[in-house]
């Protein structure tokens, strides 16, 4: 079975820019979670689809966004760029059934670079 | 304000060796635990989760939980310089879709 696919996996952009990232789910998997990791902050949590609603959102400014498609793939936006947004972004996938912990499975990441 | 906390390291550990790694937690309503490893580069790879108080076992892994503590570990017997990553400890919050909330992981090395 395929793992979680990350499009692209490096990206350059400058300030001011917008951005879209990709995320494909392990097949059969219908919950998308997204995750931005600095060497300062580590892993932080940004946002959960499932089935194509947002079911949770971490502290992060609105310019942070997603969506997810009823295949369940999923994109995530980050609009009007800065400096700190540079970071490796990561999407991870989950079963979400009643027999499952939800254990969450990694993307290889997308490398975001702000200059 | 939950929270995960994880000694940054480095822990440096003999080969064949046991290498003890240890998180504490802050909310009692957690739910799930889990431990991730990182190799530097590359994105957390799922090692196991523990979800009731005690022991479980791995392979080479046991993660250990207490609950009444708020404290989970994770134990490799007979390391190997494979291990050497650094390893993330999640926790799931209970009673509602919240994600993961990660500590910030532990830098092991093992020395040959």
């Known amino acids: 079975k395929a793992g979680v696919t990350q499009t692209p996996r490096y990206l350059i952009k400058t300030r001011g820019q917008q951005v879209t990232l990709s995320c494909s789910p392990i097949s059969g998997h219908r919950s998308v979670s997204w995750y931005q990791q600095t060497p300062g902050q580590g892993l932080q949590f940004l946002f959960e689809y499932f089935s194509e609603t947002q079911r949770n959102k971490g502290n992060f400014p609105g310019r942070f966004s997603g969506r997810q498609f009823s295949n369940s793939r999923s994109e995530m936006n980050v609009s009007t760029l800065e400096l700190g947004d540079s970071a490796l972004y990561l999407c991870a996938s989950s079963a979400m059934t009643a027999s499952s912990y939800n254990e969450q499975f990694f993307g290889p990441g997308t490398r975001l670079t702000v200059l | 304000q939950k929270e995960v906390e994880q000694n940054s390291g480095p822990l440096s550990v003999p080969e064949g060796a046991i290498a003890s790694l240890n998180c504490t937690y802050s909310?009692?309503?957690?739910?799930?635990f889990f431990w991730y490893r990182q190799y530097s580069g590359k994105s957390p790879e799922l090692i196991m989760f523990?979800?009731s108080n005690g022991d479980k076992e791995d392979g080479r892994f046991t993660a250990q939980l207490n609950k009444a503590s708020q404290y989970v570990s994770l134990l490799i017997r007979d390391s190997q310089p494979s291990d050497s990553a650094t390893y993330l400890c999640?926790?799931?919050w209970g009673g509602g879709a919240d994600g993961l909330t990660f500590g910030k992981g532990t830098h092991l090395i093992i020395q040959p």
């Open positions: 523990i979800y």
């Open positions: 999640a926790v799931k």
């Open positions: 909310d009692r309503g957690s739910q799930s």
